[in-house]
Protein backbone atom coordinates (compact mmCIF):
# COMPACT_ATOMS: atom_id res chain seq x y z
CA UNK A 1 0.00 0.00 0.00
CA UNK A 2 2.83 2.26 0.48
CA UNK A 3 3.97 1.77 -3.07
CA UNK A 4 0.01 2.35 -4.11
CA UNK A 5 0.21 6.17 -2.11
CA UNK A 6 3.85 6.64 -3.35
CA UNK A 7 2.87 5.99 -7.05
CA UNK A 8 -1.12 7.82 -6.47
CA UNK A 9 0.96 11.06 -5.39
CA UNK A 10 3.36 10.97 -8.23
CA UNK A 11 0.77 11.88 -10.07
CA UNK A 12 0.43 14.89 -8.94
CA UNK A 13 2.72 17.00 -10.68
CA UNK A 14 2.59 21.38 -10.44
CA UNK A 15 0.86 22.24 -13.72
CA UNK A 16 3.23 24.34 -15.87
CA UNK A 17 1.22 27.54 -16.53
CA UNK A 18 0.78 27.70 -12.27
CA UNK A 19 4.60 27.27 -12.20
CA UNK A 20 5.40 30.12 -15.08
CA UNK A 21 2.44 32.66 -13.52
CA UNK A 22 4.37 31.91 -10.71
CA UNK A 23 7.43 33.03 -11.84
CA UNK A 24 6.33 35.61 -13.41
CA UNK A 25 4.42 37.44 -10.06
CA UNK A 26 7.51 36.15 -8.42
CA UNK A 27 9.87 38.26 -10.44
CA UNK A 28 7.02 41.52 -11.07
CA UNK A 29 7.09 41.54 -7.42
CA UNK A 30 11.02 41.48 -7.46
CA UNK A 31 11.80 44.00 -9.85
CA UNK A 32 9.41 46.79 -8.30
CA UNK A 33 10.29 45.51 -4.98
CA UNK A 34 6.90 45.99 -3.89
CA UNK A 35 6.21 44.59 -0.15
CA UNK A 36 2.89 43.36 1.28
CA UNK A 37 1.14 45.23 3.55
CA UNK A 38 1.99 43.02 5.89
CA UNK A 39 5.49 43.51 5.51
CA UNK A 40 5.48 46.96 5.61
CA UNK A 41 3.71 47.53 9.23
CA UNK A 42 5.73 45.03 10.84
CA UNK A 43 8.75 47.19 9.26
CA UNK A 44 7.01 50.55 10.69
CA UNK A 45 6.70 48.93 14.01
CA UNK A 46 10.19 48.03 13.88
CA UNK A 47 11.14 51.56 12.62
CA UNK A 48 8.60 52.92 15.42
CA UNK A 49 10.47 50.63 18.27
CA UNK A 50 14.04 51.63 17.34
CA UNK A 51 12.72 55.24 17.31
CA UNK A 52 10.99 54.65 20.77
CA UNK A 53 14.01 53.35 22.28
CA UNK A 54 16.50 56.29 20.12
CA UNK A 55 14.53 58.52 22.44
CA UNK A 56 14.43 56.58 25.69
CA UNK A 57 18.45 56.18 24.91
CA UNK A 58 18.68 59.93 24.03
CA UNK A 59 16.38 61.13 26.58
CA UNK A 60 18.32 58.60 29.48
CA UNK A 61 21.60 60.17 28.54
CA UNK A 62 20.81 63.48 28.52
CA UNK A 63 18.64 63.29 31.85
CA UNK A 64 22.08 61.23 33.55
CA UNK A 65 24.57 63.99 32.17
CA UNK A 66 25.34 66.26 34.28
CA UNK A 67 26.41 69.81 32.53
CA UNK A 68 26.54 72.00 35.50
CA UNK A 69 27.42 71.54 39.38
CA UNK A 70 27.01 73.18 41.97
CA UNK A 71 29.68 73.34 44.67
CA UNK A 72 28.53 73.50 48.73
CA UNK A 73 31.39 73.86 51.48
CA UNK A 74 31.32 75.06 54.23
CA UNK A 75 33.07 72.40 56.73
CA UNK A 76 30.82 69.63 54.49
CA UNK A 77 32.29 69.86 51.25
CA UNK A 78 29.98 68.25 48.42
CA UNK A 79 29.17 69.06 44.65
CA UNK A 80 25.35 68.56 43.27
CA UNK A 81 25.47 67.47 39.75
CA UNK A 82 22.68 68.85 37.37
CA UNK A 83 21.72 67.86 34.43
CA UNK A 84 20.22 70.14 31.45
CA UNK A 85 16.56 69.94 32.89
CA UNK A 86 18.19 71.63 36.18
CA UNK A 87 17.69 67.85 37.79
CA UNK A 88 20.46 66.56 40.82
CA UNK A 89 21.67 63.57 39.12
CA UNK A 90 24.24 62.56 41.33
CA UNK A 91 26.21 63.91 44.38
CA UNK A 92 29.89 63.53 45.06
CA UNK A 93 31.33 64.21 49.03
CA UNK A 94 34.69 65.23 48.95
CA UNK A 95 35.21 65.07 52.99
CA UNK A 96 34.19 62.69 55.44
CA UNK A 97 30.89 65.22 56.27
CA UNK A 98 30.47 65.98 52.69
CA UNK A 99 29.99 62.27 51.72
CA UNK A 100 28.19 61.53 55.21
CA UNK A 101 25.39 64.54 54.22
CA UNK A 102 25.45 63.27 50.62
CA UNK A 103 24.44 59.95 51.86
CA UNK A 104 21.76 61.16 54.71
CA UNK A 105 19.85 63.18 52.27
CA UNK A 106 18.09 62.23 49.38
CA UNK A 107 19.24 65.22 47.07
CA UNK A 108 19.19 63.39 43.68
CA UNK A 109 16.35 63.53 41.16
CA UNK A 110 15.26 66.68 42.40
CA UNK A 111 15.52 70.14 41.54
CA UNK A 112 18.53 71.73 42.11
CA UNK A 113 16.59 74.71 44.21
CA UNK A 114 15.36 72.05 46.19
CA UNK A 115 18.46 70.10 46.70
CA UNK A 116 20.03 73.48 48.22
CA UNK A 117 16.90 74.38 50.40
CA UNK A 118 16.89 70.49 51.76
CA UNK A 119 21.03 71.03 52.60
CA UNK A 120 20.46 74.35 53.96
CA UNK A 121 18.27 73.27 56.66
CA UNK A 122 19.94 70.04 57.49
CA UNK A 123 20.25 70.25 61.13
CA UNK A 124 24.35 70.19 60.68
CA UNK A 125 24.61 72.55 58.21
CA UNK A 126 22.35 75.16 60.06
CA UNK A 127 24.64 74.65 62.95
CA UNK A 128 27.79 75.72 60.94
CA UNK A 129 25.93 78.34 59.70
CA UNK A 130 24.68 79.31 62.98
CA UNK A 131 28.09 78.68 64.23
CA UNK A 132 29.17 81.97 61.66
CA UNK A 133 30.63 79.38 59.40
CA UNK A 134 31.37 80.57 55.81
CA UNK A 135 29.04 78.70 53.33
CA UNK A 136 30.35 78.46 50.04
CA UNK A 137 28.08 78.06 46.55
CA UNK A 138 29.85 77.82 43.75
CA UNK A 139 27.97 77.20 40.10
CA UNK A 140 30.12 75.52 37.75
CA UNK A 141 28.79 75.98 34.13
CA UNK A 142 30.51 76.52 30.73
CA UNK A 143 27.10 78.04 29.43
CA UNK A 144 27.30 81.78 30.65
CA UNK A 145 23.41 82.11 30.01
CA UNK A 146 22.89 79.28 32.10
CA UNK A 147 25.61 80.22 34.72
CA UNK A 148 23.87 83.37 35.23
CA UNK A 149 20.48 81.81 35.69
CA UNK A 150 21.39 79.41 37.92
CA UNK A 151 23.49 81.68 40.23
CA UNK A 152 20.06 84.02 40.25
CA UNK A 153 18.44 81.18 41.82
CA UNK A 154 21.18 79.93 44.29
CA UNK A 155 21.56 83.66 45.41
CA UNK A 156 17.64 83.66 45.69
CA UNK A 157 17.83 80.22 47.93
CA UNK A 158 20.22 81.78 50.22
CA UNK A 159 19.47 85.26 50.34
CA UNK A 160 18.02 84.31 54.32
CA UNK A 161 20.94 83.07 55.16
CA UNK A 162 24.37 85.14 56.27
CA UNK A 163 27.48 84.59 55.67
CA UNK A 164 27.33 83.07 52.73
CA UNK A 165 28.67 83.16 48.93
CA UNK A 166 27.48 82.62 45.86
CA UNK A 167 30.01 82.96 42.55
CA UNK A 168 29.89 80.98 39.58
CA UNK A 169 32.55 79.87 37.02
CA UNK A 170 33.45 77.63 34.01
CA UNK A 171 34.15 74.22 34.63
CA UNK A 172 38.19 75.07 33.43
CA UNK A 173 39.66 74.56 37.21
CA UNK A 174 36.90 71.34 38.00
CA UNK A 175 39.48 68.27 36.35
CA UNK A 176 42.52 70.30 38.80
CA UNK A 177 40.07 70.41 41.69
CA UNK A 178 38.70 66.87 41.54
CA UNK A 179 42.71 65.78 40.44
CA UNK A 180 43.52 67.70 44.32
CA UNK A 181 40.68 65.71 45.84
CA UNK A 182 38.70 69.22 46.31
CA UNK A 183 35.50 70.50 45.63
CA UNK A 184 35.77 72.88 43.03
CA UNK A 185 34.34 75.93 46.04
CA UNK A 186 37.34 74.80 47.59
CA UNK A 187 39.84 74.84 44.81
CA UNK A 188 38.62 78.58 44.27
CA UNK A 189 39.33 79.38 47.59
CA UNK A 190 42.97 77.29 47.59
CA UNK A 191 43.60 79.44 44.67
CA UNK A 192 43.16 82.94 46.20
CA UNK A 193 45.20 81.70 48.93
CA UNK A 194 47.74 80.26 46.71
CA UNK A 195 47.75 83.56 44.89
CA UNK A 196 49.56 84.96 47.64
CA UNK A 197 51.29 82.57 49.11
CA UNK A 198 52.65 79.85 46.11
CA UNK A 199 54.30 77.66 48.56
CA UNK A 200 50.56 76.28 49.67
CA UNK A 201 49.69 73.20 48.58
CA UNK A 202 45.63 71.56 47.98
CA UNK A 203 46.99 69.47 50.48
CA UNK A 204 47.04 71.99 52.92
CA UNK A 205 43.92 73.20 52.62
CA UNK A 206 42.15 69.99 52.31
CA UNK A 207 40.62 69.61 55.87
CA UNK A 208 39.79 72.97 55.88
CA UNK A 209 36.90 75.07 56.25
CA UNK A 210 35.99 77.81 53.74
CA UNK A 211 36.44 80.54 56.47
CA UNK A 212 39.34 78.86 57.84
CA UNK A 213 41.40 79.25 53.63
CA UNK A 214 39.83 82.48 53.76
CA UNK A 215 41.00 83.80 56.61
CA UNK A 216 44.62 82.22 56.09
CA UNK A 217 44.03 84.20 52.85
CA UNK A 218 43.46 87.36 54.02
CA UNK A 219 46.24 86.99 56.94
CA UNK A 220 48.11 86.68 54.37
CA UNK A 221 47.51 89.42 52.29
CA UNK A 222 47.39 91.50 55.46
CA UNK A 223 43.33 92.32 55.47
CA UNK A 224 42.37 92.92 58.53
CA UNK A 225 39.22 91.52 60.00
CA UNK A 226 37.27 94.82 60.02
CA UNK A 227 38.11 95.70 56.26
CA UNK A 228 36.44 92.42 55.40
CA UNK A 229 33.11 92.52 53.34
CA UNK A 230 32.11 89.08 55.64
CA UNK A 231 30.94 91.67 58.08
CA UNK A 232 28.01 92.71 56.03
CA UNK A 233 27.57 89.72 53.85
CA UNK A 234 24.97 87.58 52.89
CA UNK A 235 26.04 86.51 49.01
CA UNK A 236 28.85 87.82 47.17
CA UNK A 237 26.40 89.72 44.96
CA UNK A 238 28.51 93.12 45.23
CA UNK A 239 31.84 92.70 44.75
CA UNK A 240 34.81 94.72 46.10
CA UNK A 241 37.17 94.08 43.54
CA UNK A 242 39.67 95.95 45.45
CA UNK A 243 39.74 94.80 48.49
CA UNK A 244 39.82 91.12 47.37
CA UNK A 245 42.87 89.10 46.98
CA UNK A 246 42.24 88.35 43.73
CA UNK A 247 42.62 91.79 42.64
CA UNK A 248 45.94 92.23 43.71
CA UNK A 249 47.60 88.74 43.00
CA UNK A 250 47.14 86.58 40.03
CA UNK A 251 45.98 83.05 40.10
CA UNK A 252 48.32 80.20 39.73
CA UNK A 253 46.72 78.88 36.65
CA UNK A 254 45.51 81.50 33.57
CA UNK A 255 42.01 80.12 33.53
CA UNK A 256 41.52 79.82 37.36
CA UNK A 257 38.67 81.93 39.23
CA UNK A 258 37.28 83.61 36.53
CA UNK A 259 33.52 83.90 37.49
CA UNK A 260 31.28 84.48 34.82
CA UNK A 261 29.16 87.45 36.39
CA UNK A 262 32.42 88.52 38.67
CA UNK A 263 30.07 88.69 41.47
CA UNK A 264 30.97 87.02 44.95
CA UNK A 265 34.29 87.58 44.28
CA UNK A 266 34.66 90.20 47.30
CA UNK A 267 34.75 87.47 50.36
CA UNK A 268 35.07 88.52 53.68
CA UNK A 269 38.43 89.51 55.18
CA UNK A 270 39.85 88.03 58.22
CA UNK A 271 38.04 87.82 61.18
CA UNK A 272 41.93 87.70 63.12
CA UNK A 273 41.69 84.40 63.51
CA UNK A 274 42.24 80.44 61.87
CA UNK A 275 43.40 77.41 62.14
CA UNK A 276 46.51 77.96 59.63
CA UNK A 277 48.20 75.11 58.44
CA UNK A 278 51.92 75.99 57.02
CA UNK B 1 11.01 26.27 -7.75
CA UNK B 2 10.91 23.59 -9.40
CA UNK B 3 12.55 21.71 -6.48
CA UNK B 4 9.67 22.08 -4.08
CA UNK B 5 6.69 23.26 -6.32
CA UNK B 6 5.62 19.27 -6.40
CA UNK B 7 5.58 18.96 -2.71
CA UNK B 8 3.95 21.99 -2.05
CA UNK B 9 1.03 21.64 -4.80
CA UNK B 10 -0.03 18.21 -3.49
CA UNK B 11 0.05 19.73 0.16
CA UNK B 12 -2.06 22.55 -1.44
CA UNK B 13 -4.52 19.67 -3.25
CA UNK B 14 -4.70 18.08 0.05
CA UNK B 15 -6.04 21.03 1.91
CA UNK B 16 -7.81 23.03 -0.66
CA UNK B 17 -9.10 21.05 -3.31
CA UNK B 18 -10.41 23.67 -5.62
CA UNK B 19 -7.53 24.19 -7.94
CA UNK B 20 -8.42 27.76 -8.04
CA UNK B 21 -7.59 28.50 -4.64
CA UNK B 22 -5.02 25.66 -4.27
CA UNK B 23 -2.84 27.78 -7.32
CA UNK B 24 -3.89 30.79 -4.73
CA UNK B 25 -1.99 29.53 -1.58
CA UNK B 26 1.12 27.95 -4.07
CA UNK B 27 1.97 31.32 -5.08
CA UNK B 28 1.39 32.41 -1.92
CA UNK B 29 3.89 30.53 -0.01
CA UNK B 30 6.13 31.04 -2.91
CA UNK B 31 5.81 34.79 -2.19
CA UNK B 32 6.52 34.27 1.26
CA UNK B 33 9.91 32.41 0.07
CA UNK B 34 10.97 34.89 -1.65
CA UNK B 35 10.62 37.70 0.61
CA UNK B 36 11.34 35.54 3.81
CA UNK B 37 14.87 36.48 5.11
CA UNK B 38 15.12 32.81 6.77
CA UNK B 39 18.94 32.15 6.10
CA UNK B 40 18.15 27.81 5.54
CA UNK B 41 20.87 25.51 7.25
CA UNK B 42 20.58 23.12 4.67
CA UNK B 43 18.31 21.49 1.79
CA UNK B 44 16.13 19.93 4.67
CA UNK B 45 16.09 23.08 6.60
CA UNK B 46 14.17 24.31 3.49
CA UNK B 47 11.89 21.68 2.27
CA UNK B 48 10.60 21.61 5.92
CA UNK B 49 10.44 25.27 6.07
CA UNK B 50 8.27 24.61 2.66
CA UNK B 51 5.80 22.21 4.02
CA UNK B 52 5.43 24.04 7.52
CA UNK B 53 4.71 27.24 5.55
CA UNK B 54 2.33 25.29 3.03
CA UNK B 55 0.63 23.33 5.19
CA UNK B 56 0.14 26.93 7.86
CA UNK B 57 -0.92 28.85 4.44
CA UNK B 58 -4.09 25.89 3.88
CA UNK B 59 -5.33 26.20 7.49
CA UNK B 60 -5.23 30.08 7.05
CA UNK B 61 -7.09 29.97 3.53
CA UNK B 62 -9.69 27.71 4.85
CA UNK B 63 -9.92 29.52 8.25
CA UNK B 64 -10.73 32.81 6.34
CA UNK B 65 -14.03 34.48 5.90
CA UNK B 66 -14.39 34.33 2.63
CA UNK B 67 -13.56 30.59 2.15
CA UNK B 68 -16.25 29.57 5.11
CA UNK B 69 -18.53 31.74 3.80
CA UNK B 70 -18.50 30.87 -0.05
CA UNK B 71 -17.07 27.16 -1.11
CA UNK B 72 -18.95 23.94 -0.28
CA UNK B 73 -16.91 21.81 2.30
CA UNK B 74 -17.41 18.83 0.38
CA UNK B 75 -15.74 20.13 -2.61
CA UNK B 76 -14.94 17.53 -5.53
CA UNK B 77 -10.95 17.43 -5.46
CA UNK B 78 -9.34 18.65 -8.24
CA UNK B 79 -7.25 15.56 -9.50
CA UNK B 80 -5.06 15.07 -12.88
CA UNK B 81 -7.40 14.17 -15.37
CA UNK B 82 -5.37 11.81 -16.60
CA UNK B 83 -4.61 10.20 -13.28
CA UNK B 84 -5.10 6.06 -13.27
CA UNK B 85 -8.46 4.99 -11.92
CA UNK B 86 -6.21 2.78 -9.30
CA UNK B 87 -4.29 5.83 -8.22
CA UNK B 88 -7.24 7.82 -7.96
CA UNK B 89 -9.17 5.70 -5.47
CA UNK B 90 -6.38 6.01 -3.42
CA UNK B 91 -5.79 9.64 -3.63
CA UNK B 92 -9.26 9.91 -3.02
CA UNK B 93 -9.43 8.10 0.18
CA UNK B 94 -6.60 9.97 1.11
CA UNK B 95 -8.73 13.41 0.33
CA UNK B 96 -11.70 11.70 2.43
CA UNK B 97 -9.55 11.62 5.57
CA UNK B 98 -10.21 14.10 8.06
CA UNK B 99 -7.81 16.74 7.28
CA UNK B 100 -5.70 16.86 10.17
CA UNK B 101 -4.36 12.98 8.84
CA UNK B 102 -3.33 14.30 5.73
CA UNK B 103 -0.21 16.02 6.09
CA UNK B 104 0.78 13.12 8.01
CA UNK B 105 -0.33 10.52 5.67
CA UNK B 106 1.82 12.56 2.97
CA UNK B 107 4.87 13.55 4.58
CA UNK B 108 5.11 10.10 6.10
CA UNK B 109 3.85 7.69 3.03
CA UNK B 110 5.00 9.93 0.61
CA UNK B 111 7.77 11.90 1.11
CA UNK B 112 9.37 9.29 4.00
CA UNK B 113 9.52 11.28 6.33
CA UNK B 114 9.29 9.47 10.25
CA UNK B 115 7.18 10.27 12.86
CA UNK B 116 9.34 12.66 15.09
CA UNK B 117 9.99 14.70 11.85
CA UNK B 118 6.72 14.76 11.21
CA UNK B 119 6.08 16.09 14.81
CA UNK B 120 8.91 18.46 14.32
CA UNK B 121 7.98 20.19 10.97
CA UNK B 122 4.25 20.29 11.84
CA UNK B 123 4.79 21.43 15.52
CA UNK B 124 3.28 18.54 16.75
CA UNK B 125 4.11 15.81 19.63
CA UNK B 126 5.57 12.42 17.87
CA UNK B 127 2.87 10.82 20.18
CA UNK B 128 0.22 12.56 18.18
CA UNK B 129 1.80 12.20 15.06
CA UNK B 130 2.04 7.89 15.87
CA UNK B 131 -1.55 8.46 16.66
CA UNK B 132 -3.19 9.87 13.69
CA UNK B 133 -0.80 7.70 11.71
CA UNK B 134 -2.43 4.91 12.90
CA UNK B 135 -5.86 6.33 12.64
CA UNK B 136 -5.13 7.22 9.00
CA UNK B 137 -3.74 3.34 8.78
CA UNK B 138 -6.98 1.72 9.45
CA UNK B 139 -9.34 4.04 7.90
CA UNK B 140 -7.26 3.75 4.48
CA UNK B 141 -7.23 -0.15 5.29
CA UNK B 142 -11.16 0.19 5.84
CA UNK B 143 -11.61 2.26 2.37
CA UNK B 144 -8.85 0.56 0.31
CA UNK B 145 -8.38 -2.85 1.95
CA UNK B 146 -6.15 -4.00 4.28
CA UNK B 147 -3.57 -5.19 1.58
CA UNK B 148 0.12 -4.11 2.33
CA UNK B 149 -0.51 -0.81 4.53
CA UNK B 150 2.21 -1.65 6.82
Same mark, same amino acid.
Given at each position: M????G???DQ ?9 R???L?S ?5 G ?5 ? +??R?A ?6 ? +?????AL? &? ?6 V??IS????PS??L????? $? ?13 A? =? ?10 A??? $?????E ?5 YL?? &?????I ?13 L @?TVE?CT? @???H ?19 S? &?????Y???? @??D ?9 DL??R????W ?9 NSS?EN???T &?? =?P ?6 E?T????E?S ?8 G ?12 R? | ?17 N?A?A????Q?? #? ?5 S????EN ?5 A? #???VT ?8 KS??R ?6 D ?18 A ?8 R ?13 P ?7 K ?6 T??N ?8 K???D?Y?
Amino acid at each position: MNNRLGQAFDQIHTPEDLKSRTEELLSLRISKGSVPPKR +IWRYAAAVFCML +ILAVGALG &GWLYFTPVSAISIDINPSLELNINCF $DQVVSVDGFNEEGRAL =AESLELRFIDYASAI $DLLLSEQGVESYLKQ &GEGLSILVVCDDPERSEKML @ATVENCTE @AQRHVHCHSEGSENAGSAHAAGLSC &GKYRAYLELY @AVDPSITPQDVQDLTIREIREWTWKLSGITQNSSPENDENT &GS =APKADATPEATASSPEPSSANGHNGSGQGHGHGHGKGKHRK | MEQYADTVWRLCLLHVKNRADAEDVFQTV #FLKYTLSSVMFENEEHEKAW #FIRVTTNACKDFLKSFFRSHTIPIDEIANLPANAMESYREVLDAVLSLPAKYRDAVYLHYYEGYTAPEIGRILKKKTNSVYTLLNRSKKLLAEKLGGDGYE
